[in-house]
């Protein structure tokens, strides 16, 4: 074998062992990466799925709302500052006969007690507080209203008749806002209340809730809706 040959087959030997470094460092990158994809992607499901179940529990409760409150005759609602409370009827067959009507044609206003429909009685629903969503104290701007400063009424909405019968609905966190220092909870500078009543025969609703099953900070969801009463509301 010549010199040349003996330099040239070296320098191929060389080559070679370089190739299956950059090869190997290529396919340790290529495998990060996909690592990184599969991973982020695993990220990605899960907090799809962390929100979107979230968002179904949130729409159960505003269709039990919904459904509650379709029927009602208004009797009264705390504004704020007060906590979010709205009292109403519903009818019921008091008299046992079969129907929701009185024999002078009127609505057997009234509330399902424990022990029967009960005319006159009325069912109440309303937001219990059980803590706050500070914006100071987590040091996150929920609302994106461009400062740290807010602080939110955190609980849950339950539901008591006039004799005492009580339910939960849901057992999902809702937060209101707070009057002082005001903080609306979509940080478009309007209050938020959960229940709104215009007084003829539409009640609106604005549920916002609180989704902990996420990394990072809580989110915060707002559900709509706007109920148009069935019955008059004598
Ligand atoms: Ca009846
Ligand atoms: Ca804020
Ligand atoms: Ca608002």
């Not at 062992?17 to 990220?43: K, M, P, Q, R, Y």
């Not at 009264?76 to 006969?97: E, N, R, S």
């Not at 069912?123 to 100071?136: D, I, K, N």
């Not at 500078?189 to 609703?205: C, W």
């Amino acid at each position: 074998m010549t010199k040349r040959a003996i330099i040239s087959k070296k320098s191929c030997e060389g080559t070679s062992a370089l190739e299956i470094i950059i090869v190997v460092v290529i396919f340790g990158v290529v495998l990060f990466a996909l690592f990184g994809v599969f991973s982020s992607g695993d990220a990605s499901a899960g907090y799809l799925s962390a929100v979107t179940t979230h968002q179904g529990r949130s729409r159960q409760v505003i269709e039990k709302l919904s459904r509650e409150l379709i029927d009602a005759r208004v009797l009264g609602l705390a504004a704020p500052p007060g906590l979010p409370t709205i009292d109403f009827q519903i009818p019921v067959d008091a008299d046992a006969d079969g129907d929701v009507m009185t024999d002078d044609g009127l609505i057997e206003w009234g509330a399902p007690e424990v022990a029967g429909p009960t005319l006159g009685s009325f069912v109440r629903l309303a937001f219990e507080q059980s803590g706050t969503l500070s914006e100071p104290a987590d040091g996150f701007d929920y609302n994106r209203d461009g400062d740290q400063l807010d602080i939110f009424r955190l609980g849950r909405i339950v539901r008591t008749t006039q004799g005492g019968f009580r339910t939960q609905l849901g057992d999902i966190d809702v937060v209101v806002d707070q009057a002082d220092p005001t903080a609306d909870l979509d940080g478009d500078g309007q209050g938020d209340p959960l229940f709104s009543f215009n007084g003829v025969a539409e009640i609106d609703l604005r549920l916002f809730t609180v989704n902990r099953n996420i990394d990072g900070p809580p989110r915060i969801e707002s559900f709509d809706s706007r109920i148009n009463l069935r019955n008059p509301q004598f």
